[in-house]
């Protein structure tokens, strides 16, 4: 029997804490009286906005534009005026602009039936400027603009199209439950992705702790006759690693600095396949997704399905609250997600869960002097060496950091983990990655 695939560097076994919520059905979330909208909710050039204080707006209408080629529309989640447009921070310290609608008026879709569209019929053209037009962004939490990744470059081809569906952050269920709830429509948003990208294979890849999805979309699979296979993959984090899936599926190795297509692969989360066929047969735009809100700190921890422009804190009180005030609540899952102070910061289209953890979850301890111990040597999936360059971050020697590998850092989390010393590398790995890419500006601009 063939082993299991995975990808051969590194990984680490952290508890997946995904039982609190793999079985519990999406619910809707509450409506609030107020949808706050950040006109940047992807990878690349802000929106225009296209609105005023005072203006009405309908559910579902354009009111930030596309900046730019990398860029992606934003949609009014609900019918409303706008009564004011701030500065607010997202949980990854960003200052963005926002729209923030107080509801009024009729909404459009929400509990009516939707019109079936063909898209069949469409010429890839058509299809293109539909995805770009309903702002599709990836949204296993990169947020790069989904119609821009299928714009193959000239003389480029797409040999294996690889649907990402590992989800393996802890706690984080999302995806799982949109393979169980939304499975004949995810199958359709690939089959449209295909007609784009005419690739030679197409991989859903499952970690196998999702063996009832696997199982589940194999079967709609060989019913619709369809030529996609799914791949169970071993549970290690970080399966879902873009560079490591590849590895792990394709047995290639994406080269430093390169993008996925150098070794002819493109890939889209299993959500950003659920919202191309919306896009196509609904002629729906992103307005919701899907989002996972647990941690031991949560009442009644739940996936939701949340209108982008909800606070935080409505998602949790739709859990019922808090059962006990949590250390630390986080945006997106406890690896690669950020901390949050502002329980009113909204939902975006990137946002996967909400996570309340208490102290008994997280190791909060002060950090210590490095104990060369090579933990977080030997659980890099990249093969760099942790210690070495957070050194030479600590010492402001970027040129020396850049060498050691720190733009290839995917930001995993799995060194922080594994470090006894409590050492906060990949936050210093972060700020290290900003004071490169700002130097590197400044030389640019001389
Ligand atoms: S955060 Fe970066 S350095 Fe640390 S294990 Fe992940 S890829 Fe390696
Ligand atoms: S895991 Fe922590 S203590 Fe061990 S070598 Fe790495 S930085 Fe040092």
Same mark, same amino acid.
């Given at each position: 029997m063939?082993?299991?695939?995975?990808?051969?560097k590194g990984?680490?076994?952290?508890t997946?804490?995904k $039982?609190?919520?793999?079985?519990k059905?999406?619910q809707n979330?509450?409506l609030?009286s107020t949808a706050?909208?950040?006109? &940047?909710?992807?990878i =690349?050039a802000?929106?225009e906005?296209l609105?005023?204080?005072?203006?009405?707006v309908e559910e579902?209408?354009?009111?930030?534009k596309?900046g730019g080629?990398? &860029?992606a529309n934003?949609h &009014?989640p /609900?019918?409303?005026?706008v009564?004011?447009?701030?500065?607010?921070?997202?949980?990854?310290g960003?200052?963005v602009?926002?729209?923030v609608?107080?509801v009024?008026g009729?909404?459009?879709?929400?509990g009516?039936e &939707?019109?079936?569209?063909?898209w069949?019929?469409?010429?890839n053209?058509e299809?293109s400027?539909k995805?770009?037009?309903?702002g599709?962004?990836?949204?296993?939490g990169?947020?790069?603009?989904?119609h821009?990744?299928?714009t193959?470059?000239k003389?480029k081809?797409c040999?294996?199209?690889?649907?990402?569906?590992? $989800? @393996?952050e802890?706690?984080?269920?999302?995806?799982h439950r949109?393979m169980?709830?939304?499975g004949?429509?995810?199958? $359709?948003?690939i089959?449209?992705?295909?007609?784009?990208?005419s690739?030679?294979?197409?991989?859903?890849?499952?970690?196998?702790n999702?063996m009832?999805?696997?199982?589940?979309?194999q079967?709609l699979?060989a019913?619709?006759?369809?030529d996609?296979?799914?791949?169970?993959?071993?549970?290690k984090y970080?399966?879902?690693?873009?560079?490591n899936?590849i590895?792990a599926?394709?047995?290639?190795e994406?080269?430093?600095?390169?993008? %996925?297509?150098?070794?002819?692969?493109i890939?889209?989360?299993v959500?950003?396949?659920l919202?191309?066929?919306?896009a196509?047969?609904?002629n729906?735009?992103v307005?919701?997704r899907?989002?996972t809100v647990?941690?031991?700190a949560?009442k009644? %921890?739940?996936?939701?399905?949340?209108?982008?422009g909800?606070s935080?804190?409505?998602?949790i009180e739709d859990?019922?609250?808090?059962?006990?005030? %949590?250390v630390?609540v986080?945006?997106?899952?406890?690896?690669m997600?950020?901390?949050v102070?502002?329980?009113?910061?909204p939902v975006?289209?990137g946002?996967?869960g909400i996570l309340?953890?208490?102290?008994?979850?997280?190791?909060?301890s002060?950090p210590?002097s @490095?104990?060369?111990?090579?933990?977080?040597?030997s659980?890099?999936?990249?093969?760099?060496?942790?210690?070495k360059?957070?050194?030479?971050i600590d010492f402001?020697?970027?040129?020396?950091?850049? $060498?050691a =590998?720190l733009m290839d @850092? /995917?930001?995993c989390?799995?060194?922080s983990f594994m470090c006894p010393?409590h050492?906060?590398? /990949?936050?210093?790995f972060?700020?290290?990655k900003?004071?490169?890419?700002k130097?590197?500006?400044?030389?640019?601009?001389q």
């Amino acid at each position: 029997m063939s082993r299991i695939k995975t990808f051969p560097k590194g990984g680490i076994h952290p508890t997946d804490y995904k $039982e609190a919520t793999c079985n519990k059905e999406v619910q809707n979330a509450s409506l609030t009286s107020t949808a706050i909208v950040p006109l &940047s909710q992807h990878i =690349g050039a802000p929106c225009e906005c296209l609105v005023k204080k005072g203006d009405l707006v309908e559910e579902e209408q354009i009111i930030g534009k596309s900046g730019g080629f990398v &860029s992606a529309n934003i949609h &009014s989640p /609900v019918p409303g005026e706008v009564i004011e447009i701030k500065q607010i921070f997202l949980p990854n310290g960003m200052a963005v602009e926002a729209v923030v609608i107080e509801v009024k008026g009729e909404f459009k879709r929400l509990g009516k039936e &939707s019109l079936l569209h063909d898209w069949r019929v469409m010429t890839n053209e058509e299809i293109s400027s539909k995805i770009a037009e309903m702002g599709i962004v990836g949204q296993g939490g990169a947020t790069f603009p989904t119609h821009v990744k299928l714009t193959l470059p000239k003389g480029k081809s797409c040999e294996t199209f690889i649907i990402n569906a590992v $989800e @393996c952050e802890p706690y984080l269920t999302s995806d799982h439950r949109v393979m169980l709830e939304k499975g004949s429509e995810v199958l $359709e948003g690939i089959q449209i992705m295909q007609r784009l990208l005419s690739p030679l294979n197409t991989i859903i890849g499952i970690e196998s702790n999702k063996m009832d999805a696997v199982t589940l979309l194999q079967s709609l699979i060989a019913e619709k006759g369809l030529d996609i296979e799914v791949i169970p993959l071993e549970v290690k984090y970080p399966q879902g690693a873009e560079k490591n899936l590849i590895k792990a599926l394709t047995g290639n190795e994406v080269p430093s600095g390169k993008l %996925p297509l150098e070794v002819g692969v493109i890939n889209a989360n299993v959500g950003t396949c659920l919202s191309v066929y919306e896009a196509l047969v609904l002629n729906k735009p992103v307005i919701e997704r899907i989002v996972t809100v647990s941690g031991g700190a949560i009442k009644n %921890p739940s996936n939701l399905k949340a209108r982008v422009g909800t606070s935080f804190r409505s998602l949790i009180e739709d859990c019922g609250g808090f059962s006990e005030e %949590p250390v630390k609540v986080i945006a997106g899952g406890p690896m690669m997600g950020f901390a949050v102070y502002d329980l009113d910061t909204p939902v975006t289209k990137g946002t996967s869960g909400i996570l309340a953890l208490t102290a008994r979850e997280i190791k909060a301890s002060r950090p210590t002097s @490095c104990l060369s111990c090579g933990r977080c040597v030997s659980s890099c999936p990249m093969g760099l060496n942790p210690t070495k360059i957070f050194k030479f971050i600590d010492f402001n020697m970027s040129d020396q950091a850049l $060498e050691a =590998g720190l733009m290839d @850092c /995917v930001e995993c989390g799995s060194c922080s983990f594994m470090c006894p010393a409590h050492i906060p590398l /990949v936050q210093g790995f972060r700020g290290g990655k900003k004071i490169v890419r700002k130097n590197s500006m400044k030389k640019a601009g001389q």
